[in-house]
């Protein structure tokens, strides 16, 4: 007997849904119920329904709030100056044309590093007294004494040396995904633009763009889902400190759960994590593709 | 594209068109003509041309910078990586901190580890990913429309968020610190992508072939394996290289799944900071001992891995 396509079509999905169903909605589902209780952290503890006791506890905790703000910025930081880099450096070999392909190539090496790895290669560039960039600036007279920028150690700019290592291996990807849209473009609607007397800025902004924009939005929402759950870079290079000053929410959420040992709170502050993520990604797919234009 | 070569490759026979903005408008130019549709943006005149190398040759140092100088220090004496001032290349070769840190008690075996727990979630994510990609494109039937957006708001998950529950899941089911719980975890951040992956692939490929197939007397299961599967086998390297890629560097579920049985390697780089003080030499060696593989592994791939990256953003 011939089962229906759409029994087929149900059948080919059913073994990976179910797989996403047990390992990620299941433990989702977990750390939803959990928000409402005090739980104790050692296995077997008492474990009691507290209601939204977890939720306003979070929202009223300075650390939680402030790490909403740090993980906001440093996502902004990230996804903008990739954007910028990437699309320079995809325009840049675009312009090169066929000739600059090994070169291509060679630009993609980051994504294949470990972000472990990266964080703490550029930590080892950035730490103080035996770190090469401070040497380096030290050496070209640009800074008075090679310790002058404590990239790791002042709480005011750690932030963004840490948001560095991501930069650094995920330009790539923005680069490679800009440079395949540029080749959709097609050639003779440059010429036409041209012809029409528009010099570079009017043809980035005015033709350029706007026909990326599907290819921007989904490398943007990509990206910025990734940036804002950075973790490894962050925890290797400054676990956090000083003084908070790097703690996103994803090292909070971490440390909320491992080390102060309060994983009610931790899962309600995950809850509210996830459900901001996709609120941001919603709105921005909406906004920034604009699917009802067809650009 | 056809058509847009086809215009451009006109529009190059009439004359005065100047390809790059600041051309005189006097000066008739050869149009380079390399490539399918690069006229527009490619730029033409020597000059330019010169002045984009010499900038590309400026991004291509900063950007491989970084690398090479985790390769130079691993290979320093172990006083001189962490020398004040530091300096560039080693004063003295050695392979020191290779030995240091290969020699590590439970490093080997992090090693295995993270091959066994990679090649175990390539594996189940092409079996999972693969069929369900399939019935997805083939029928498009609303629940393959839920599914594939459900698959997508899965990226969105913090793994942080689900790590614990996970791990407690783990134990329940008796697998705890082994590369199969691991390889699970890894397979809950590569089964979306590889779904996503796959889906661009399959769209690719004419119904009219498993059409044929199926007139021939082939069942629908049947035609996907031995008729749609084998167009498709670039497209499933790629999607495999990605599931790899994904385990190979993941950290954080390795940080709270594993103990010491199943540690992988990012972990044990990462304890290398905390458990035995400061050994920035056998740790830079390790990190490049990880890493080389797998990036010579992707150059030598890197036509489909570039098409792989760049199919599911750009098709949007």
Redesign the interface.
Known sequence: VRIS??R??????A???L??AV??A???F??IA?SFYKISPIAGGPRDFVGLDNYVRAFASEAFTGAGWRTLAYTLVVVTLEFALGLG?A??????????QT???????????????AG???K??MID????IG?LL??AGILAD?NQIGWLSDPNIVLYSVAIPDI?LT?S?MC??L?????????????AA??DG???PA?LFRIILPLLR??I???LV?RG?DAA?A??TI??QANGGPQSASET??LL??RT?IRFGD?GL??AM??I??LA??AV?FAAVATI?RPGKDT | MRVAEKTTHDAGTLPAVPTAPSAAPAVVRPRRRRGTNREGLEAGRRGTRTLLWTLLAAAMVLYGFPFLYLLFTSFKTPIDTIAVPPTILPREWTLENYANALGRSGVPASFINSIQTAVISTVLSLVLAVPAAYGITRYRTLSGRIFIMAALVTRMVPPVAIGIPLAAMMGTLGLSDTPIALSIAHTTISLPLSIWLMSSFFEAVPQDLEEAATVDGCSRLGALWRVVIPVVSGGIAVTAIFAFLASWNEFLFALLMTAIRSQTTPVVIANFQTQFGLDWGSMTALAAVYSIPVILLTLLLQRKIVAGMTLGAVKG
């Open positions: 396509d759409r087929f079509a149900l059948f080919l999905m073994p990976a849904a797989f996403l390992f990620v299941f433990p989702l977990r750390l959990d450096m325009l840049l070999f675009t312009m090169l044309g066929k000739s600059s070169w291509r190539t060679v630009f993609m090496y980051p994504l294949m590093i470990a972000p472990i790895v703490l290669l550029w080892f560039l007294n035996f770190g090469l040497t030290h050496q090679p650094w330009t990807f490679l995904v440079f395949a849209g540029l080749q959709n473009i097609p050639g003779d609607l440059i010429e041209r012809l528009a010099r570079a043809l599907p290819v939005a989904v490398a990509v889902i759950r973790f490894d925890l290797i929410m994803s959420i971490y759960m994983p931790a899962s995950g809850t994590y996830l993520m996709l990604a593709w």
